[in-house]
C-alpha cells in the first residue's frame, strides 16, 4: 500500500470516530500526533479523492463525514492492515485513559452494547449481582422509538490504563475462554492472541455455543471469557496496592496475580515478568447470549466520564476462589497441532494415493441424507470454490451419530513439505467472493487454539450459500519461499486438477486477496476444507463441526 493510501486511511479513522463533520485542521491536527506530517492544504487534497471515490462527504463549511462506503473500506478494504490495528486500538485506549481512583475522576475504557428487551437487563443484573464482571458501573438509554436499550460498561482495558498512569505497562497478550470447576479458575482452555488478528479476542468467544457463564453462577463450573496480560515483576506489590484501591470503588475482575516467572492458569510467564487474568467485561453480554436473546455487542471502542455511569446493583459478591496452583497441562496453539499433523500427510501426487488430514463433523443419521445433497448441491453451484471429497466415518461412542470428513487445507501444506518445499499456515480467514474475492478476517494460525474456521462457522459469519450480497466462504493464507514457486506453482496445479480447492498462487510481495506476506515469499489462498459443512449448518441442519480430527487415506473418499 501506497503512503498516500495510508493517510487516507488514516483519515477515514478519524472521521469514522467523530459524529459531527470535520473540517481539515482538526484532521490535520490528529493526524500530526499519529505520526503523519500532513498540513491542512495535504489534508484537503486527500478528502478530495475520498470524496471522488464516494468515501467521505462534504457537509458545507462545517467538514466532512465519513459515508457508509468509507466505513465498509475501513472494516473490509485493507484486511492486512486491521490485522495490526486491533492491537494498535487497545495501546490507545490504554494510553487515552485518565481515570484517577483518589479522585474517582476522569474516563474510562467502556463497551458500548445495545440490547432489545427488559429481560436481557435482568439477565445482566444478576450477573453483576454474583460479581463476575468488572465493574457494575454501567449507563443505561433505552430508545422510547425503537425499543432499542444501549448499555454502557466498564471494559478491563481500563484496569491497564490506570496501572500505565501509575508508571507500570502491561502487555496485553490473549483473550480467551477459562475454564471454573467447583467456582475455582483452573486454566484456560481456549486463547486468541491480540496481535495478528482482525478479530477482536473476546468478541470472537462471545458465544452462546462457547461460552457458559450461567452455569458457573449456578452450580460452579463452566467457561467465562477472560483476559491475559503481562506486567514486569518489579511492579508487582505496586500493582496489587493498585488493584485493592480500584476495588474499593467498584472497578475489579481481577481473577488472579501470579508470582514472578511463574505460569498462570496454564499460560506461561517469562523470567522476569508476572502474569495477570481478568474477567472480560463482556461476561454479563455473554449471559444475555446463552440465554437466546439478541445483542449487538462493541469491544474496547470508546472513553466515557466515569461520573456518567452508575452502579447497576448495590451488591457484588465474586464466587470465584483463587486460582488453581500451577497447571501442569501447558496449552497448544492450533500452529503447533496443525504442523504436527502436517508432518504425517503423505499423500502421493502422482498415484493420487495416501493419508491427508481430515476433519469430521457429526450429524444425526436421520438428517444425512439431507447434508449430503446440501453439499452436492453447494459444490455443483460454485465447483471453484468447494471441494468435492467426502467420506462417512461411524461415531466412535453414538451409534444415531455420523460423521462427515472432509479434507483440511494444511493437508496441501503436507503435500508440498513431502515434495521438499516449505509451505507455512500463516492465516485462516473469511473470504468475500467479490471481484477480486477480499480477505475480510483474518486470524494467525500461530496465537489461536481454536481453529479460526471453526471461530467463524460458530459465529455465523459465512454465507456459503446465501443469495443476498456477496458470498463469504472460508479460506486460508499460505506462505512459500520464492526460490521454490516454479516448482510449487507445478505441484499446486495438479491438485488443483485432483480436486484441492487452490484459490490463487500469488506473486512476491503481492497483497493476496488483500492479505500480506513476508518479503522473499509468496502466498496461496486455499479454500477451507469445512465449506460444505458449512453450508450443511447454514441450511438448518443440526452439526456438530469438528476440526484437525484425523489421518485419513485419500484414495478411501467419495466425491460429491
Keep these: 500500500m501506497s503512503e498516500s493510501e495510508y493517510r487516507m486511511i488514516e483519515i477515514l479513522r478519524v472521521l469514522a470516530k467523530r459524529e459531527q463533520p470535520t473540517g481539515s485542521k482538526v484532521i490535520a491536527d490528529e493526524l500530526k500526533e499519529k505520526g503523519f506530517n500532513l498540513g491542512e492544504r495535504a489534508v484537503r487534497y486527500h478528502m478530495q479523492i475520498l470524496d471522488e471515490k464516494g468515501y467521505t462527504e462534504k457537509k458545507g463549511y462545517s467538514g466532512r463525514v465519513i459515508t457508509d462506503l468509507g466505513r465498509e473500506k475501513l472494516e473490509k478494504g485493507l484486511i492486512y492492515d486491521q490485522v495490526d490495528f486491533i492491537y494498535s486500538k487497545f495501546e490507545e485506549m490504554i494510553y487515552l485513559t485518565d481515570f484517577t481512583y483518589m479522585t474517582q475522576q476522569g474516563n474510562v475504557v467502556v463497551n458500548t452494547s445495545t440490547i432489545y428487551n ?40 481500563t484496569i491497564d490504563g490506570v496501572l500505565l498512569k501509575e508508571g507500570i505497562p502491561t502487555q496485553p497478550q490473549y483473550g480467551g475462554l477459562l475454564k471454573i470447576e467447583d467456582y475455582q479458575p483452573v486454566k484456560f482452555t481456549e486463547i486468541i492472541s491480540y496481535k495478528k488478528t482482525s478479530v477482536t479476542p473476546l468478541d470472537a468467544f462471545a458465544n452462546s455455543n462457547l461460552t457458559s457463564v450461567l452455569d458457573v453462577i449456578n452450580n460452579g463450573c463452566g467457561l467465562i471469557p477472560a483476559n491475559f496480560r503481562l506486567i514486569p515483576g518489579v511492579a508487582r506489590e505496586r500493582t496489587i496496592e493498585i488493584l485493592n484501591e480500584l476495588a474499593k470503588i467498584g472497578i475489579g475482575g481481577v481473577i488472579g496475580l501470579s508470582e514472578e516467572g511463574e505460569d498462570l492458569l496454564g499460560l506461561p510467564v517469562p523470567e522476569g515478568m508476572v502474569g495477570m487474568a481478568i474477567i472480560g467485561g463482556i461476561t454479563p453480554f455473554c449471559a444475555v447470549k446463552e440465554m437466546g436473546e439478541d445483542i449487538d455487542l462493541r469491544i474496547a471502542e470508546n472513553l466515557y466520564d466515569f461520573n456518567s455511569l452508575k452502579p447497576i446493583t448495590s451488591k457484588m459478591i465474586s464466587p470465584l476462589k483463587p486460582p488453581a496452583s500451577q497447571s501442569q497441562e501447558k496449552i497448544s496453539l492450533v500452529l503447533s497441532k496443525s504442523l504436527n499433523l502436517i508432518q504425517q500427510v503423505n499423500f502421493d501426487v502422482e498415484k493420487q494415493k495416501g493419508d491427508i488430514i481430515a476433519n469430521i463433523s457429526y450429524v444425526h443419521r436421520d438428517h444425512i441424507d439431507r447434508a449430503l445433497s446440501i453439499m452436492e448441491d453447494t459444490y455443483n453451484d460454485n ?3 468447494i471441494n468435492p471429497y467426502y467420506k462417512l466415518v461411524d461415531h466412535p461412542e453414538n451409534d444415531d451419530l455420523i460423521g462427515i470428513a472432509t479434507i483440511c487445507s494444511l493437508s496441501i501444506d503436507g503435500i508440498l513439505i513431502n515434495n521438499g518445499i516449505m509451505s507455512n499456515p500463516t492465516y485462516s480467514g473469511l473470504l468475500e467472493l467479490t471481484e477480486p474475492p477480499l480477505f475480510i478476517d483474518l486470524i494467525s494460525y500461530n496465537g489461536t487454539t481454536l481453529d479460526p474456521h471453526k471461530i467463524f462457522l460458530s459465529k455465523n459469519m459465512t454465507s456459503i450459500t446465501g443469495s443476498d450480497g456477496p458470498n463469504k466462504i472460508l479460506a486460508s493464507v499460505k506462505e512459500i519461499p520464492y526460490v521454490s514457486r516454479d516448482h510449487a506453482v507445478e505441484l499446486l496445479e495438479i491438485l488443483n486438477n485432483i480436486g484441492f480447492s487452490i484459490y490463487k498462487i500469488g506473486k512476491p510481495r503481492e497483497f493476496v486477496y488483500n492479505s500480506k506476506v513476508d518479503n522473499y515469499n509468496f502466498g496461496v489462498i486455499t479454500g477451507g476444507g469445512l465449506n460444505s459443512i458449512g453450508a450443511v449448518k447454514e441450511s438448518g441442519v443440526p452439526i456438530q463441526v469438528k476440526v484437525l480430527e484425523k489421518m485419513m487415506p485419500f484414495e478411501k473418499m467419495e466425491r460429491l
Excluded at 121 to 148: A, F, H, Q, R, W
Design 118 to 157: 427488559e429481560e436481557s437487563i435482568n439477565i445482566m443484573k444478576e450477573i453483576y449481582k454474583s460479581g463476575l464482571s468488572v465493574s457494575p458501573y454501567v449507563n443505561i438509554k433505552e430508545d422510547k422509538i425503537t425499543g432499542e436499550i444501549e448499555v454502557t460498561t466498564i471494559c478491563g482495558t
Design 383 to 385: 465447483p471453484k470454490y
